[in-house]
């Protein structure tokens, strides 16, 4: 079959065969959900929804793969841990090179323009692979619940943000321990 939805034990899996693709493009649109532990990622926190639309277009040797990815789930805010809705809407366009173009057991010389090829090791893409690497490179850097977060005590733990969740002294840095005695004393002679 050229292009299979099955249940596995990470969600649904979308296959597609690119060793029976024809000349036409394959289009494809497909919903389901990647697993946090497939992003490898410390910021995800719950399964994200993903809306993957698109074709695999043939071409000597190579093929690309273009679309939408529509991405919606929750991940943690980098300063208190607390899960934040994120998503994204982008295209994307990745070229890949079947198997059977790619010499077994060698090295390969690559030329610049095959610099962003993403060489398969197998006959079948992975539809669900794709949109996890796809939303890895949409992720932020950090992403916050809100620009005035005081985050996590580093004494505790406890979210500052909570009313008397935390009731520890703020700990001065003893790099200003030497200026800390001047602020009473007097300087105008």
């Not at 695999?56 to 190579?62: A, I, L, Y």
């Not at 500052?160 to 002294?169: K, P, V």
Request: charged share 25%; hydrophobic share 35%; glycine share 8%.
């Amino acid at each position: 079959m050229l292009y299979s939805p099955f249940p596995s034990g990470r969600g649904v899996c979308v296959k597609i065969d690119v060793s029976k693709l024809g000349q036409e493009p394959l289009r494809f649109n497909e919903e389901f959900s990647v697993e946090p532990d497939r992003l490898d990622c410390d910021q995800v926190t719950t399964p994200m929804r993903v809306r993957l639309e698109g074709e695999v277009r043939p071409s000597s040797g190579c093929f690309t793969v273009a679309g939408d990815c529509r991405v919606e789930g929750s991940v943690a805010c980098s300063r208190c841990l607390e899960p934040v809705s994120w998503g994204v809407d982008e295209e994307f366009s990745v070229d890949y090179r079947a198997p059977a173009a790619t010499p077994l057991g060698s090295e390969l010389g690559l030329d610049q323009d095959e610099l962003d090829v993403a060489f398969l090791e197998s006959d079948t893409l992975d539809l669900a692979d794709l949109a996890a690497e796809q939303i890895l490179l949409s992720l932020p850097m950090r992403v916050v619940c809100d620009e005035s977060c005081a985050g996590l005590c580093p004494r505790c733990g406890a979210n500052r943000n909570r009313d008397g969740a935390c009731s520890c002294e703020p700990e001065l840095d003893p790099r200003w321990q030497a200026l800390a005695g001047l602020a009473g004393e007097d300087h105008s002679s």
